[in-house]
Nanobody, 115 residues
Framework: QVQLVESGGGSVQAGGSLRLSCVASVRIFSINAMGWYRQAPGKERELVAR???????NYADSVKGRFTMSVDNAKNMVSLQMNSLKPEETGAYYC?????????WGPGTQVTVSS
């Protein structure tokens, strides 16, 4: 059973930065893709960023140029550096990993951006 542990959420003022991290209980090389999703209050969950085992990364248009996703294979960790945060980006952020056809979700970490 793959387990994901997220950290780094918190409260920040608009324009500030946060760095989210997600540690997986399996080696990164066994994972096909890792991603970050978020869910704002009253809204559907949406993709923020995703990286495949081949190194291909894609970002939601709304975060391009501000968010950067990175992988640390030695630590089985994926991180999301979020800069210039906006109040509308408040919500729960979830780490996911895809192994074969299986998608595993972390419990989520809360990000609150105040204006």
């Amino acid at each position: 059973q793959v387990q994901l542990v997220e950290s780094g959420g918190g409260s920040v003022q608009a324009g500030g930065s946060l760095r989210l991290s997600c540690v997986a209980s399996v080696r990164i090389f066994s994972i096909n893709a890792m991603g970050w999703y978020r869910q704002a209050p009253g809204k559907e969950r949406e993709l923020v960023a995703r990286i495949t085992s081949g190194g291909s990364t894609n970002y939601a248009d709304s975060v391009k140029g501000r968010f950067t996703m990175s992988v640390d294979n030695a630590k089985n960790m994926v991180s999301l550096q979020m800069n210039s945060l906006k109040p509308e980006e408040t919500g729960a952020y979830y780490c996911t990993v895809t192994i074969g056809v299986n998608v595993v979700w972390g419990p989520g970490t809360q990000v609150t951006v105040s204006s």
